[in-house]
């Protein structure tokens, strides 16, 4: 019964399932691309995308990156689904990921580039939580050329994945986003409807580009900052290209998922003319770049903009509703998705969002229409003064405005942020009326804050241990090897034989 009804629901909606391709850009600056008047940017292929389909103009993440990437895998806002940022970070195991809902819905499924969602089990990896394939790195940065991290304190240890073992032998062979590019344009070329993952490493420090990326920015503020953003550029080139027989029936989402890093010496984005960046709840680190392009975009909204809020956890009901499957995620202990279908607002400009939609940005800060409730410190974080607004060319332009700000619990900031999207006026003393509609409403949210359990206990001393017995390659601590691996698909006389 049910495998008969769920077959009725797979060819019922098979004629109409588009592909889905989602990039992520990391930590892409707003400012840092041609189609927002950046003249140093080189970026063709995004121009000419975000131009021709639809501009998301209030795209909303979290100020960094694992909680937004978990709140488009899980469909819920970051404080459901997890505020924690490190190693240690995690999916809760109870949820199904929008992985697990296409593919339900027959669905060929691949992540490709940055999980960031757990790894300390192998329940935690892509390959478990929906996906079909698997190429990338677990934790939030690492060597572009060599794939090195050491952000589990293993020392440097290799960390990259292919689906169900390490990437034995494609480490140290190419710049990380030109594999990322290599495995993205085989998986579209293959078993359609596809669901594209697709998180690049780019421009993600450490800051590191092909030459020929960077020798064509010289005379940029930060060259190898905009060379970053013209590997995207050219990696979604290649992309669309290789689906070019297959656009009409695709959707691609282009979005950053957080904020540019401003203010350092190292990290040079511009997030003009938004206010701070990474690591900040002001507009310029979680308000950023999205557009969606495909050819299965209605004709009548291609070359538009829309001004509706729209938050990364949206991609869950979207997609899947479109795809004829139900994003509902009822399982026992964990809270509901926040995820609401956004197709009637981007195919036809039907706002699908109440105005009284609580966008639950962070535990501290709530969205309600053209007001943001800052209810939380903000302050100083390393490089980042959370103040400071960029310069249009930064840092050609020196950054304005204080480095320090007034708010807090006890002295809540509000901003509007569609009549004032720089945030220069807290309109907190002048409009004591929205305050006190949007702080109880705020406080009533605490209670459903969760950060998600992982599904083992395991530990990182775990998965060092592991790691050193794959050689030096990050692996979760439970894997348990076969005696030997193929090295490649293609290539299946020539193995590796692993003593363990
Ligand atoms: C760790 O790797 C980085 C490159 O990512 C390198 O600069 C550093 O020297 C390495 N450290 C050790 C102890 O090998
Ligand atoms: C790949 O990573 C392994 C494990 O860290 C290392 O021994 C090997 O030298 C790396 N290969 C390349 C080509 O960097
Ligand atoms: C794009 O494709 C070309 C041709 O295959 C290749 O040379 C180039 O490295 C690719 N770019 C990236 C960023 O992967
Ligand atoms: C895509 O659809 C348009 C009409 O909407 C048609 O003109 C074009 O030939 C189609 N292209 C492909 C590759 O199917
Ligand atoms: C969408 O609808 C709103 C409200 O009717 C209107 O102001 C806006 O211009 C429309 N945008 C597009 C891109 O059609
Ligand atoms: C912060 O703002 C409140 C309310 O305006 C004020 O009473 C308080 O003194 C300010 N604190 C600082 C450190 O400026
Ligand atoms: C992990 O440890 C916590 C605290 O001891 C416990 O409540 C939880 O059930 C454990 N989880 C698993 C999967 O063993």
């Known amino acids: 019964m049910v495998v008969a009804s769920t077959l009725t629901t797979i060819m019922a909606a098979a004629a109409l399932q588009p592909n889905f391709v989602f990039v992520h850009v990391d930590d892409w600056g ?26 998301l103009d209030r795209y909303y993440t979290y100020k960094y990156c694992s909680p937004t990437r978990r709140s488009f895998l899980s469909g819920r806002f970051p404080p459901h689904s997890g505020e924690d940022n490190s190693a240690a970070s995690t999916i809760d195991y109870r949820m199904a990921t929008i992985a697990d809902k296409l593919s339900a819905v027959g669905y060929a499924t691949h992540q490709v580039g940055k999980w960031h969602a757990g790894h300390f089990s192998v329940l935690q990896t892509p390959a478990q939580r929906g996906f079909d394939t698997s190429l990338g790195y677990f934790n939030g940065a690492e060597d572009h050329w ?48 596809f669901f594209l993952y697709l998180a690049l490493q780019c421009a993600h420090e450490p800051m590191e580009a092909p030459e020929r990326f960077v ?37 691609m989402v282009v979005a950053s998922d957080n904020g540019g890093p401003a203010f350092s010496d ?5 997030n003009y003319p938004l206010r701070a960046g990474k690591y900040s709840v002001f507009e310029g680190g979680i308000r950023v770049n999205a557009f969606v392009t495909g050819g299965f975009l209605p004709p009548a909204m291609r070359g538009t903009r829309l001004r509706d809020p729209i938050h990364v956890c949206d991609w869950y009901a979207t997609f899947v509703s479109l795809a004829g499957g139900s994003p509902a995620d009822d399982a026992p202990g964990v809270p509901p998705i926040d995820s609401i279908d956004q ?35 903000v302050g100083k974080q390393g490089s980042n003064p959370e103040g400071k607004w960029s310069g249009p060319l930064y840092p050609a332009v020196p950054a304005v405005g204080p480095d320090t700000v007034n708010c807090s619990a006890s002295y809540p900031c509000l901003y509007n942020v569609v009549a004032d999207p720089r945030e220069r006026t807290n309109m907190a003393p002048y409009r004591p009326d929205i305050l006190a509609d949007m702080l109880p409403r705020l406080w009533a949210l605490y209670p459903t804050v969760f950060e998600g359990q992982p599904p083992t206990n395991l530990t ?15 692996t979760p601590a ?6 030997a691996f193929s090295f490649k698909e293609e290539e299946e006389e020539e193995v590796v034989v692993v003593d363990y």
């Open 478 to 483: 439970d894997y348990v090897a076969p005696f």
């Open 215 to 251: 020798e064509i920015h010289e005379d940029s503020p930060a060259p190898y900052e905009y060379a970053m953003v013209s590997v995207v550029d050219q990696v979604v080139e290649n992309l669309t290209v290789a689906l070019e027989d297959s656009w009409n029936a695709t959707l």
């Open 30 to 55: 707003y400012y840092n691309v041609g189609f927002r008047g950046n003249p140093f940017a080189k970026t063709p292929t995004l121009d000419a995308l975000a131009e021709g389909g639809v501009i």
């Open 266 to 270: 190292q990290m040079l984005a511009s």
């Open 343 to 377: 197709w009637p607002l981007i195919s036809a400009n039907q706002s699908t969002a109440a105005d009284s939609r609580e966008i639950f940005l962070a535990t501290g800060v709530l969205l309600v229409g053209d007001w943001k409730l800052i209810a939380t410190s």
């Open 146 to 193: 060599l794939q090195i991290d050491a952000e589990d304190g293993c020392g440097n240890v290799t960390d990259f994945w292919d689906t169900d073992a390490p990437a034995f032998d494609l480490n140290g062979t190419l710049y990380g986003d030109e594999h990322f590019a290599e495995r993205a344009v085989e998986v579209v070329r293959g078993d359609t409807p």
């Open 460 to 474: 990182k001393a775990d998965v060092c241990a592991a790691s050193a017995k794959m050689g030096g390659y990050l």
